[in-house]
Each structure stands twice: as C-alpha cells, then as structure tokens.
C-alpha cells in the first residue's frame, strides 16, 4: 500500500559552536513508507487563498512524532517543510498519518 518510497522524518537543529555563524541541520527522527495523494481542489485553492504552495501530500502509518514545521527528506534527497498533519483512520479502520508539505528551494544539510 505505502509503495512510493521512503521519507525521513526530520527537525531542524542548530549545530553551530556558541558565537559561530548559524549553521542549521536536518537532524532525522524516523523512516516511513509513503505513498503519494491526490491534492484536491479545495485544498489546492485553499491553500492559494491563504498563500500558502501544497507540492506534495503523503500518506504514512501513523506516525505519532509528525509536527507542523517539521521536515522531511525523500528518497531522491528533495526536502520539504511538513505545513500540515493529519492522523486519520484509514478504509480499514488501521491510523494512518497525512502530510501536507511545500517543497524547499534552499536544502539543508542532513547530519549522519
């Protein structure tokens, strides 16, 4: 079901040394399968109303540690800024989680 690929679940740590240039990394929490949804139009134009961009939305299992303003790196190392969470029931009654993200144009570094 959750065959599109793999996503990194990430925060976003501040690892400069005390009086060095802010040096921000992508610090990974957890790994999930996802697959891809559909962006409707309601949400499309919701979103455009609130200026807002939605570029991709995933369906993961429920993943209990998703926060808004969290980050998530996909298998071809694109990023992007988590703007939306939503547990939910999936058809068969099992949690599942929704992310609505806006892909970055400037990435971070992803420590190791």
């Known amino acids: 079901m959750f065959d599109d690929g793999l996503l990194q679940l990430c925060s976003l740590d501040e690892t400069a040394e005390r009086g060095a240039m802010p040096a921000p990394r992508l610090r990974p929490l957890c790994e ?3 697959a891809t949804r559909t962006i409707g139009y309601n949400r499309f134009y919701a ?4 200026n807002q961009q939605i570029d991709l939305i995933v369906r993961t299992w429920y993943l209990p ?3 808004i303003g969290m980050y998530a790196v996909l ?3 694109t ?3 988590i703007d ?3 547990h ?4 068969d009654g099992l949690r599942v989680t929704d992310l609505t993200m806006s892909r970055l144009e400037d990435f971070y570094d992803v420590a190791e």
């Open 32 to 34: 999930a399968y996802y």
């Open 47 to 50: 979103a455009m109303g609130a």
């Open 65 to 67: 540690e998703a926060r």
């Open 75 to 77: 298998e071809d190392e």
């Open 79 to 81: 990023q992007y800024r």
């Open 84 to 86: 939306n969470v939503q």
């Open 88 to 91: 939910l029931l999936d058809d």
